[in-house]
C-alpha cells in the first residue's frame, strides 16, 4: 500500500448565480465568486494551514490528485474538473462552495466512488479508490464512505426504520442477516432516538417533513458507522430553522464523534461550521479566508443563499 505524501495546501469552493439581496448573501457571493478574499490572505491561509498539518504530523485520511473529469454530450464537452488537489485530514470538516454548475456534485461522486474521474487519482486512508472494481468499491462504500443528498433518496414504500436498516440489509447475505437482524434493529431503533425520530419510525417517508426526512437520512448514513461523510447541500431543501438543526448536529458529529465530513453547501451558516472553506471555480479548489474585506464573516445565521430551483 502505498505511503501518502505530507498535507499540502488546501483546495477551494465556489459561487451562485443570483443577485445578492441582503449583506449575508452578497457575502456568500463574494465567497462564492472569489472575490472576497485576496490572494495574498488566501496563500497565507493556505500556509498556515499546511504548516500546522505538517507540524501535527497528521496524514489525510483522504487525498485527491490532479483529478480531471468533463461530460461529453454529442460534439459539446464539459470540462468540469480540471485538475483538483485536496487533501483532507482524519477528523476535519471542509465546506465546499462554487456557483451551481461548477462541479461540486460531481467531485463529491468522484471522491466518493459513486463516480470515475477521467483522470487523477483519489486515495482513502492509504488506499486508492479510483482503480478499484466496482464491487471493491461498493464495498468501500458500505463500509466507510457515507452519502447525504439534498433530496434524501430514501426509499418510499420503507418505513423510516426500514430504511435506516437498508444498509445493513444490502450488506448481508440472508444467513447474516437473519442473525444480525436485532441487532441492526436496535442500532437503528437508537439513531433514530438520537436523531429525536424515534416516534416515526414505522412512518413511510412521504408522511415526514424535509428537516425528519434529512434526520432519517443522516441516521442511515450512520448506520454503518462510516469514516468518511460526504454531505451534498443537506439543507438545500430545508427552512432556516430545520437547516440550523442538521448544521448543529453535523458539528456535532465531527467535533464528538471525529467524523470527517465533506460538505458542499450554500448555507452561510453551515459554512460557517466548517473548519476550512474551499471554493470550487475552474476546475480546481481555491482555500477561502474567513476574513471578509471591510470585517469578518457575519455572526448572524442567514437564510440558505441558493435560489429555490
Ligand atoms: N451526467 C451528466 N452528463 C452531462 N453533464 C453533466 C452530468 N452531470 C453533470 N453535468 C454537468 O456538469 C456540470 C457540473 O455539474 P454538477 O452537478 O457537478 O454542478 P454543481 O456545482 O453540483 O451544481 P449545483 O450547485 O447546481 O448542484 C454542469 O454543467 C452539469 O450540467
Ligand atoms: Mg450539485
Known amino acids: 500500500m502505498a505511503e501518502l505524501s505530507e498535507p499540502q495546501s488546501p483546495s477551494g469552493v465556489s459561487p451562485l448565480g443570483a443577485a445578492p439581496a441582503t449583506a449575508a448573501e452578497e457575502t456568500m457571493s463574494a465567497i462564492t465568486s ?33 483529478l480531471y473529469k468533463a461530460y461529453r ?47 487523477g487519482e483519489v486515495w482513502f486512508e492509504g488506499r486508492r479508490l479510483d482503480t478499484l472494481s466496482p464491487r471493491e468499491k461498493d464495498k468501500v462504500r458500505n463500509e466507510a464512505i457515507a452519502f447525504i443528498f439534498q433530496f434524501y433518496h ?7 426504520l426500514e430504511n435506516i436498516m437498508m444498509p445493513a440489509l444490502i450488506r448481508c447475505s440472508v444467513p447474516v442477516w437473519l442473525w444480525q437482524r436485532w ?21 413511510r417517508p412521504a408522511e415526514l417533513s424535509g ?8 441516521a442511515r448514513a450512520l448506520f454503518a458507522q462510516p469514516k468518511l461523510l460526504l454531505a451534498d ?5 430545508l427552512d432556516p430553522a430545520n437547516a440550523s438543526q442538521i448544521a448543529a448536529l453535523l458539528r456535532d458529529l465531527n467535533r464528538n464523534e471525529r467524523m470527517t465530513i465533506i460538505m ?13 472553506v474551499l471554493r470550487l471555480a475552474d476546475g480546481q479548489l481555491h482555500p477561502v479566508c474567513r476574513e471578509m474585506p471591510g470585517g ?8 440558505d443563499e441558493r435560489p429555490a430551483s
Open 154 to 160: 430514501l426509499l418510499p414504500e420503507l418505513t423510516l
Open 211 to 218: 428537516g425528519e426526512l434529512q434526520r432519517a437520512a443522516i
Open 296 to 303: 469578518q464573516w457575519p455572526a448572524t445565521s442567514a437564510p
Open 73 to 119: 454530450k454529442g460534439r459539446h464537452e464539459i470540462s468540469v474538473l480540471r485538475g483538483v488537489e485536496l487533501q483532507v485530514r482524519q477528523g476535519e470538516f471542509v465546506a465546499v462552495v462554487g456557483a451551481s454548475g461548477s462541479g461540486k456534485s460531481t467531485l463529491l461522486h468522484v471522491l466518493g466512488t459513486l463516480d470515475a474521474p477521467d483522470r
Open 183 to 203: 441487532s441492526a434493529r436496535k442500532r437503528a431503533w437508537q439513531l433514530l432516538d438520537r436523531l429525536g425520530l424515534a416516534s416515526q419510525a414505522n412512518r
Open 233 to 237: 447541500e443537506p439543507t438545500g431543501n
Open 34 to 66: 472569489g472575490d472576497g478574499c485576496g490572494a495574498a490572505n488566501g496563500l497565507v491561509q493556505a500556509l498556515l494551514r499546511s504548516g500546522n498539518d505538517v507540524a501535527s504530523g497528521a496524514r489525510p485520511i483522504l487525498e485527491a490528485r490532479q
Open 264 to 276: 458542499v453547501t450554500h448555507n452561510w451558516e453551515l459554512a460557517q461550521q466548517a473548519d476550512r
